[in-house]
C-alpha cells in the first residue's frame, strides 16, 4: 500500500499501525467525524491540536468569502452534532423557570473519550470540575448542565446529585433549543462549541481541542470558514485527499 488510513488518533491498535507505518516509510492519514454534518477530518499530521494542520490552514486563510458563510451559517443553525431531542422550548422554560439572570450552558461530554483523556488541561479537566468552576466563574448566572446522551459510563442519578450540590441545574432537551435561549457555553472542548459559534453565540474553550487554532485572538468567522471550506472534507474529497499524502 502506498499510505496507512486510520480511523482516530489514539486507541492502541492505532498506534501499533503508526509504528508500522513509520518503520516501512509510509504517510499516515488520520480520519475522523467533523462537527459539521456530513463531513471528515482528514489530517496526515494528527488529529490533536498539538499536530493537527487546522492552524496552518487557519493562518492560510487571509480572506474568506463573507457572504458563502453567511449563507452556509443560516442553512447549519437549524442542525447540531446532536440529534435534536424531544421537548419543545415551552418545556425547556417550565424545567428551569425564567428569570432576569443569564444562561450559561455547559455540555458535558464522555468522560473516557479522546477528547477527555488527551485534551485537557490545567485544573479543569473533567466534567463536575468544569460544572464547579462555571458556578464558581458566574455566580450571577444560571448554569444548566446538559449530559451527554452517549455517557453510558455516569449513573445519572448519581451525576444529577452531584451537579445540583455543586449548585448548578441539569437539562435533557435539545441542544438547537438551548443554543436559542443561553447567553454564552462553557466546555472543555466539546464540539457544541461550534455548533454555538455558527449560531452567534460566544464561547470559552476549557482545553485543547484539534478544531481550535493555536492562533492568537481567533477571528470566529475566520475559523469558520476554514474549517468548513478549506480544512474539514466531504467524503467525495477522499480520494483527492489521499493521493496528496503520496506526492
Not at 435539545?174 to 452567534?200: C, E, K, M, P, Y
Request: with cysteine; proline share 6%.
Amino acid at each position: 500500500s502506498d499510505v496507512v488510513v486510520l480511523w482516530g488518533e489514539r486507541c492502541w491498535y492505532n498506534m501499533v499501525a503508526r509504528r508500522v507505518a513509520a518503520a516501512c516509510h509510509k504517510p499516515v492519514l488520520f480520519l475522523e467525524r467533523a462537527p459539521f454534518r456530513g463531513m471528515l477530518v482528514a489530517d496526515d499530521r494528527g488529529l490533536d491540536r498539538s499536530t493537527s494542520r487546522v492552524t496552518e490552514c487557519y493562518e492560510c486563510t487571509e480572506e474568506w468569502d463573507q457572504q458563502a458563510l453567511d449563507e452556509w451559517r443560516v442553512l447549519a443553525g437549524f442542525s447540531t452534532i446532536e440529534p435534536q431531542s424531544g421537548g419543545t422550548m415551552g418545556d425547556l422554560l417550565m424545567e428551569i423557570g425564567e428569570g432576569a439572570q443569564p444562561y450559561i450552558l455547559v455540555p458535558l461530554q464522555v468522560p473516557f473519550d479522546t477528547n477527555m483523556v488527551f485534551r485537557t488541561s490545567g485544573r479543569v479537566c473533567d466534567n463536575l470540575s468544569l460544572v464547579r468552576w462555571a458556578v464558581e466563574t458566574y455566580p450571577e448566572a444560571r448554569i444548566l448542565v446538559k449530559p451527554h446522551p452517549a455517557d453510558v459510563f455516569t449513573r445519572p442519578e448519581r451525576l444529577q446529585w452531584e451537579i445540583e450540590q455543586a449548585g448548578a441545574t441539569v437539562v435533557r432537551c435539545g441542544l438547537r433549543d438551548l443554543l436559542t435561549l443561553v447567553d454564552s457555553v462553557v466546555s472543555i472542548n466539546s464540539q457544541v462549541v461550534v455548533d454555538a459559534a455558527i449560531r452567534g453565540v460566544p464561547f470559552t474553550l476549557m482545553g485543547d481541542p484539534g478544531f481550535w487554532p493555536r492562533s492568537e485572538n481567533v477571528n470566529i468567522d475566520r475559523w469558520l470558514y476554514t474549517l468548513r471550506w478549506i480544512y474539514y472534507i466531504r467524503p467525495d474529497q477522499l480520494a483527492e485527499r489521499l493521493l496528496q499524502c503520496v506526492r
